[in-house]
T-cell receptor
Framework: EAGVAQSPRYKIIEKRQSVAFWCNPI?????LYWYQQILGQGPKLLIQ????????DSQLPKDRFSAERLKGVDSTLKIQPAKLEDSAVYLC?????????????FGQGTRLTVV | AQSVSQHNHHVILSEAASLELGCNYS??????LFWYVQYPGQHLQLLLK??????LVKGIKGFEAEFIKSKFSFNLRKPSVQWSDTAEYFC??????????FGPGTRLSVLP
């Protein structure tokens, strides 16, 4: 089966610019996650969607980050304006449902460098 | 809030050595436990998972993990590592209806 697709793979931008990442989850997966992984750390949740509704965005810096999943399928994550500390890998993951006994499948990630 | 700790930041082993990576979580309720692996240049992949039942779970590539509820632990083991096991290993915990909380990761380097 096709995995979680993310694009772009790499992005370099200057601080204060904006950037957007795209994710297409595995077909049929209702739950979609965006994680931020800073070098040397584990992934940290930014936002969790169940279909097209937000379940958890408590760790999303809402003054600069936004995300949407309008039709309950693919999703975009935007940063505007970017800061140097936003340099990280942004991971998208999906799972069949939000219940505990389901695993998450991860995409390759987008490596963002803010200069 | 749930938190996950992993005992070692970087482990270096020779091929055929035995491996044990420690993982502890903070919340004592019903949890689901996972080990993910990230090989160089690849995406995070599931190694094994524990939902319920036998606390000793077996995963892919000869890995296994033991859930000890009283110690809030879910340690990963492999009796004999190979050079191809060089990767970063992440322990993750998921409460019912919640998101995955990951540990900081342990980098494993296996010397040929």
């Amino acid at each position: 089966e096709a995995g979680v697709a993310q694009s772009p793979r790499y992005k370099i931008i200057e601080k204060r610019q904006s950037v957007a990442f795209w994710c297409n989850p595995i077909s049929g997966h209702a739950t979609l996650y965006w994680y931020q992984q800073i070098l040397g750390q584990g992934p940290k949740l930014l936002i969790q969607f169940q279909n097209n509704g937000v379940v958890d965005d408590s760790q999303l810096p809402k003054d600069r980050f936004s995300a949407e999943r309008l039709k309950g399928v693919d999703s975009t994550l935007k940063i505007q304006p970017a800061k140097l500390e936003d340099s990280a890998v942004y991971l998208c993951a999906s799972s069949l449902s939000w219940t505990g006994d389901t695993e998450a499948f991860f995409g390759q990630g987008t490596r963002l460098t803010v200069v | 809030a749930q938190s996950v700790s992993q005992h070692n930041h970087h482990v270096i082993l020779s091929e055929a050595a035995s491996l044990e990576l420690g993982c502890n979580y903070s919340y004592g309720g019903t949890v689901n436990l996972f080990w993910y692996v990230q090989y160089p240049g690849q995406h995070l992949q599931l190694l094994l998972k524990y939902f319920s039942g036998d606390p000793l779970v077996k995963g892919i590539k000869g890995f296994e993990a033991e859930f000890i509820k009283s110690k809030f632990s879910f340690n990963l083991r492999k009796p004999s590592v190979q050079w191809s096991d060089t990767a970063e290993y992440f322990c993750a915990v998921k409460d019912y209806g919640q998101n995955f909380v990951f540990g900081p990761g342990t980098r494993l380097s296996v010397l040929p």
